[in-house]
């Protein structure tokens, strides 16, 4: 149960975290990719305590690897649009 807690709360160092970051695109979704993370860790450990199949911690893992692919494929577009992916850089241009 202490590694639940443990979890949890780096869930929401994470979380909160990822509201200050201001500068690039790329640091939001390492961040995110981080959160995915333990929330994959979170679903094995609570799959494993409940003695359940891995139908739980498959699914969870196919919405991970996709939601990766559209971020990295979303940042190249964005990169190739702009040139950079500097957050600032986007809120200047669309004033």
Known sequence: ?????????LLVILFIRM????N?????LILLELL???VLT???????????G???FLIVLTFLVAEAALGLAVLLTYI???GSDLINQSISVMN
Request: avoid cysteine; glycine fraction near 2%; proline fraction near 0%.
């Open 1 to 9: 149960m202490l590694y639940f807690l443990i979890s949890s709360m």
């Open 42 to 52: 979170l679903t094995l450990n609570w799959t494993l305590f409940l003695n359940d």
């Open 24 to 28: 690039h695109y790329l640091s939001v």
């Open 54 to 56: 891995a139908s739980g």
């Open 19 to 22: 509201m200050f970051v201001l």
């Open 36 to 38: 995915s993370v333990v």
């Open 80 to 82: 190739k649009s702009y």
